[in-house]
């Protein structure tokens, strides 16, 4: 495997459910970090975790957990969602210093 | 003001045209300017970077900063039906201990056959 993983590619759940986005990285990166694609909106950013501490949480709804147990691996908690968070989450990784990220292909999310 | 400005389109031109897509920015602290594109149920790759003023050339892509107008622009020549695809523009500062990228809201270009 290569480059940035994302699974689920979809997941469809309910408001009460509780589930977890996973990303992993095999490019030796050691910063990593969630972004939020909505139609006809910027990405946002959502949590950075560099060096294997979180250095932002950009005003996310505590609804969204991130969990950074090792610097290949991202998770992102959720729970008790609402209809208005379906998107697109996206995880990308790079150097800590460095400003070319790379992605993974997204989880879509669709809250019902 | 967004701190980085990009027209959505969508963009149609014929194959073999040549496309310009353009951002602007405010935040005078961005020192690294990227292109990224972004296929339909993909995640965004990054095309080009570049760090001063002036041109970059990558085969058939043109990137090019002026920081004094703070405004960034990428240029595809011969354009293919396969460059068709939302491109993001990008720029990024240094944020405490990582650099923190700002992106656009991506223009949406399709190229006829």
């Known amino acids: 495997e290569t480059g940035v993983t994302q699974t689920p590619r979809h997941l469809v759940m309910g408001m009460t459910n509780k589930k977890s986005l996973k990303c992993e990285q095999h490019?030796?990166?050691?910063?990593m970090y969630w972004y939020k694609q909505s139609a006809k909106k910027p990405l946002e950013l959502m949590f950075v975790?560099?060096?294997?501490?979180?250095?932002e949480n950009n005003s996310v709804p505590s609804r969204f957990s991130p969990e950074c147990p090792n610097s290949s691996h991202l998770f992102l908690h959720l729970h008790t969602l609402q209809p208005e968070d379906s998107a697109l989450y996206l995880c990308a990784s790079s150097q800590s210093r460095g400003h070319g990220y790379t992605f993974g292909s997204g989880t879509r999310l669709t809250v019902v | 003001q967004k701190e980085v400005e990009q027209d959505p389109g969508p963009l149609s031109v014929p194959e073999g045209a040549i496309v310009s897509l353009n951002c602007t920015y405010s935040?005078?602290?961005?020192?690294?300017f990227m292109w990224y594109r972004q296929y339909s149920r993909k995640g965004p790759e990054l095309l080009m970077y570049?760090?001063?003023?002036g041109n970059k050339e990558d085969g058939r892509f043109t990137a090019q900063v002026d920081k004094s107008s703070k405004y960034i622009s990428l240029f595809i020549r011969d354009s293919q039906p396969s460059d068709s695809a939302t491109y993001l523009c990008?720029?990024?500062?240094?944020?405490?201990?990582?650099?923190?990228?700002?992106f656009g809201i991506g223009t949406k270009l399709q190229v006829i056959p």
């Open positions: 570049t760090y001063s003023s």
């Open positions: 935040n005078s602290a961005f020192q690294y």
């Open positions: 975790y560099s060096l294997e501490e979180r250095v």
């Open positions: 990008a720029m990024s500062a240094n944020s405490g201990g990582y650099q923190k990228v700002t």
């Open positions: 490019l030796g990166h050691n910063a």
